[in-house]
């Protein structure tokens, strides 16, 4: 057991991927080859759901950092959602939230997908 | 009745594996708490203590099961925590501090991530110094507690 989930399914043209338990050095390249999944089939809009996640370390914010440009250099973005503020004030000391758009609800980050 | 000051000493050694590294946060998260740190201040030790454990995994251990960490905790009731962190993997060059928030947009070009863990160590911590002692990395960490107002 890896403490670690992901569950991804499309919903309209996004990916949503729901991640719970915790994203550490042992458990961020679950990420990776999930996004590789995703990108790999061209699909470019990925939304991350985090409101099963409990813990993130750098090496899960690596992940994002990872595939970002990527992803922007074809038309898609990251966009994130349902963060909990623990793993909010990790993304804020590193300055995430001026990179990537978070949002309070799935909903509304999908409806952002359609600008 | 003066009360008495007691320090509490801790001792865990694990393999030096990524798998163990929650051991080690689920350790000093109990810790922290028994020192009376907040549950965000007790967020930031374990992760500090995450960061550092992973850097050693990487780069002095090697992600090697037979290599061991071994992790020195003391503290005082509201005071303060000190770790110990010690392998005896390969001696790795001691890294740079760096204090300064990092740009992350710079950090993206350049697709290096390896400089994150040690600015929240430096951040979230009072202190962080890098040893070797005889065939020993050695990493301390202290955390002061500070007091809050009610």
Do not use: W
């Not at chain 1, 959602?81 to 004030?89: A, D, G, L, P, W």
């Amino acid at each position: 057991m890896s403490g670690f989930k992901i569950d991804t399914k499309k919903e309209e043209s996004v990916s949503v991927v729901r991640i719970s338990g915790f994203l550490d050095a042992h458990t961020a390249h679950e990420l990776e080859a999930e996004f590789q999944g995703i990108t790999s089939k061209g699909d470019y809009k990925i939304l991350v759901n985090f409101a099963g996640l409990d813990y993130i370390s750098s090496a899960g914010l690596g992940v994002f950092m990872g595939f970002i440009e990527l992803v922007r250099e074809n038309g898609g973005d990251i966009k994130m959602c349902e963060m909990n503020v623990k793993i909010y004030k990790i993304f804020d000391l590193l300055g995430f939230p001026n990179l990537y758009e978070i949002f309070d609800t799935q909903a509304e980050a999908i409806e952002k997908f359609k600008d | 009745m003066e009360a008495k000051i007691i320090q509490k000493v801790f001792l865990l050694q694990v393999p030096g594996v990524t798998e163990n590294l929650k051991i080690v946060r689920d350790f000093i998260n109990e810790i922290s708490q028994q020192i009376g740190f907040s549950e965000q201040e007790t967020a930031y030790i374990e992760l500090a203590m995450d960061e550092t454990c992973a850097n050693v995994i990487e780069h002095a251990i090697k992600n090697d099961p037979l290599q061991k960490i071994v992790i020195h905790v003391k503290g005082i009731e509201k005071k303060f925590i000190e770790i110990k962190i010690e392998d005896k993997g390969e001696s790795f060059e001691f890294p740079k501090i760096k204090t300064e928030i990092p740009d992350i947009k710079k950090y993206l070009k350049e697709r290096k991530t390896g400089g994150l863990g040690l600015y929240l160590i430096s951040t979230l911590m009072d202190k962080i110094e890098f040893l070797r002692e005889g065939n020993k990395n050695v990493v301390l960490l202290r955390k002061n507690f500070i007091k809050r107002k009610e």
